[in-house]
């Protein structure tokens, strides 16, 4: 099957087209990767490229309480342990990076959140004592305060490399801070950051092409999530919105862009972004192994990214070669910490062997 043949992906040849997708564990301890995250990596190697979870690229992008960073030198350090470990079992590694924006709580960054314009989500934050509390109404960053950001991109791309990844991920998806100015509703600014959509997409387009000047464009992914409502989302016009984006970055020649599968005017979303999109497409979203070579075989996507079947099965492409019943994953884990429910799901070969 499609699925699992080799892939020539930038520089890279992967061995299959599964992708594991990012996801937050909150395995962090004051943002600085814990001592099982290069085990919990390592376990994923088999996968054609793994993408980690959302790195907070400046103090100030941090949204939820142990999400790592990418901005001080413990950080770094912690990170290449973990790049060491994946390649040492044979993997690919790319590192996402992130900035929350409104998706925050002062007590986890010390002030107010930041977003493009200040209009609160609905809905609630887990703050630093670990409660649920109202989100607070963000404050809009001024025009000025714009270079730093981007400039927070840049030297997080630069620690990545120092970190020893094969590449990175701007996060554009999910409601966080590039989505935030994306979309219509979230973004009410009369600068060159707001109003037309060639504005709102000035911010993620800039911080894009900086990061390919750190790392080359074939080294450098972005993720968007097309019509997502997911952290109190929307925009007016989303087909036109996202089909522009698109566009713009296909001419900066990307390793690949990364879409959280969605419907756009009644169709899937992967679709209406192929037909604008010449390069290596991605998707997550709900996939199994039938409905991800079904993508592959249609020609909507060349990759398929897998997240919660890759909890649970740290040898999913494995699996999926050998036809094998997956394990299940416990939802109560995921974010709770410690190496219940992340090192300690078996393989299929331990399985059978225990």
């Not at 992008?61 to 040492?88: L, R």
């Not at 079992?89 to 007590?107: D, M, P």
């Not at 911010?203 to 464009?217: D, F, H, M, N, P």
Request: aromatic share 10%.
């Amino acid at each position: 099957m499609k699925l699992l043949e080799a892939y020539q992906f930038g520089p890279y040849r992967l061995p299959s087209r599964v992708v594991m997708a990012p996801m937050t564990r909150n395995r962090s301890p004051e943002t600085v990767p814990s001592d099982l995250v290069p085990t919990y990596y390592a376990q994923r190697a088999g996968a054609g490229l793994i993408i980690t979870e959302a790195t907070q690229v400046i103090p100030t992008g941090q949204g939820y309480p142990n999400t790592p960073g990418i901005h001080s030198q413990a950080q770094i350090d912690a990170w290449k342990k973990v790049t060491d470990a994946v390649h040492e079992a044979g993997g690919r590694i790319f590192l996402q990076l992130w900035h929350v924006g409104r998706i925050s709580h002062s007590s986890i960054i010390g002030e107010t959140p930041h977003a493009p314009s200040a209009i609160a989500p609905e809905g609630q934050v887990m703050n630093a004592e670990y409660q649920m509390v109202p989100y607070e109404t963000p404050r809009a960053l001024e025009t000025d305060e714009i270079p730093a950001l981007i400039d927070g991109y840049r030297q997080g791309a630069e620690n990545a490399k120092a970190a020893g990844f094969d590449g990175v991920e701007v996060h554009g998806a999910n409601g966080y801070l590039l989505d935030q100015f994306l979309q219509s509703g979230t973004n009410h600014r009369t600068d060159q950051y707001g109003g037309s959509l060639e504005n709102r997409a000035r911010l993620l387009l800039e911080i894009t092409k900086v990061v390919c000047e750190v790392w080359g464009s074939d080294r450098v992914g972005v993720r968007l999530s097309p019509n997502g409502t997911f952290n109190d989302m929307q925009d007016d016009h989303p087909t036109e919105t996202f089909t522009y984006v698109a566009k713009e970055l296909n001419t900066l020649k990307l390793a690949y862009l990364h879409l959280v599968e969605n419907q756009l005017d009644g169709r899937k979303a992967t679709a209406v972004i192929r037909e604008v999109w010449d390069g290596t497409l991605m998707a997550a979203g709900g996939f199994d192994r039938d409905s991800g070579e079904e993508a592959i075989q249609e020609g909507r996507l060349d990759l398929v990214a897998y997240a919660r079947y890759y909890v649970s099965n740290p040898d999913l492409a494995a699996r999926y070669a050998a036809d094998a019943d997956l394990a299940e994953w416990d939802q109560s884990t995921f974010y709770q910490g410690g190496p219940n429910g992340y090192t300690d799901y078996p393989t299929m070969v331990e399985a059978v062997s225990s």
